[in-house]
């Protein structure tokens, strides 16, 4: 094949996917104990129910910055890692998609310890389905643009999709009633310093307490190691917004 005809096809790989968190303590919590997911409220068409999930952006480093609403706190993690713990993109969908009107998918529940179903499989579907726009905070949010990647826990037994009528559903939206995160036993761990790509942080003080932390978990020569060899970047707020 021709070189000019090659290069028509390059494609621009995105190789991480990306965490937000919004307090210093929960950053530190999920570098040594790992991503833990917790039910997360959704709202679709008309539906409004909760699934359990850890969520990620599949972004450019230079967009990092525009997404901290969800946190000013973030790890980057590899793409291998992400695929390896089955971690995928969500089905954008909008008001005219085919397949939108998907509330009867799950309108009864079966029990979870039986053979998978069509609807058992139906509801795995529904748990990656995201809205390609919302509202936030008076504005209009494109989230089609944030790519999102999602990890969702096989919770053994425990209800996959929680809906509006379901007796829990209350409980999930007072966010003081029962703590997240809600399956800590779940979490994702990072057990690889190669895993770990970028993490941001609010300044230099908190850099090097981050790199003494991940010291202490994957030793000093294999964090120096990534470091030299730039497959890790600890990145504080103002770098992220003012040199990419």
Request: charged share 30%; glycine share 4%; net charge positive.
């Amino acid at each position: 094949m021709d070189d000019n005809i090659k290069s028509e096809f390059k494609q621009k790989k995105i190789n991480h996917i990306f965490h937000y968190t919004r307090r210093y303590d929960w950053l530190k919590k999920i570098l040594d104990s790992g991503f833990a997911p917790s039910y997360c409220h959704e709202n679709i068409s008309e539906f409004e129910y909760f699934i359990p999930m850890v969520s990620f952006c599949n972004i450019p480093l230079k967009d990092v910055d525009n997404y901290m609403r969800y946190g000013k706190y973030g790890i980057g993690m590899s793409m291998e890692w992400a695929v390896r713990n089955s971690i995928s993109p969500v089905i954008y969908i909008h008001e005219q998609t085919p397949f939108q009107n998907f509330y009867s998918l799950f309108s009864s529940y079966r029990k979870y310890d039986q053979t998978l179903s069509f609807q058992d499989m139906s509801i795995k579907v529904v748990q990656y389905f995201k809205n390609w726009k919302t509202q936030y905070r008076g504005n209009e949010i494109i989230t089609y643009h944030e790519r999102e990647w999602r990890y969702i826990p096989n919770l053994n037994g425990k209800k996959p999709i929680i809906k509006v009528d379901d007796h829990e559903f209350k409980d999930y939206q007072d966010k003081n009633k029962i703590k997240k995160p809600h399956f800590p036993e779940k979490a994702l761990k990072i057990n690889s310093i190669s895993d770990l790509k970028y993490i941001t942080v609010k300044d230099e003080k908190q850099r090097f307490e981050i790199l003494d932390l991940l010291k202490l978990k994957f030793t000093d020569k294999s964090v120096t190691e990534a470091l030299v060899g730039g497959q890790l970047l600890i990145l504080t707020i103002d770098q992220l917004h003012n040199d990419f």
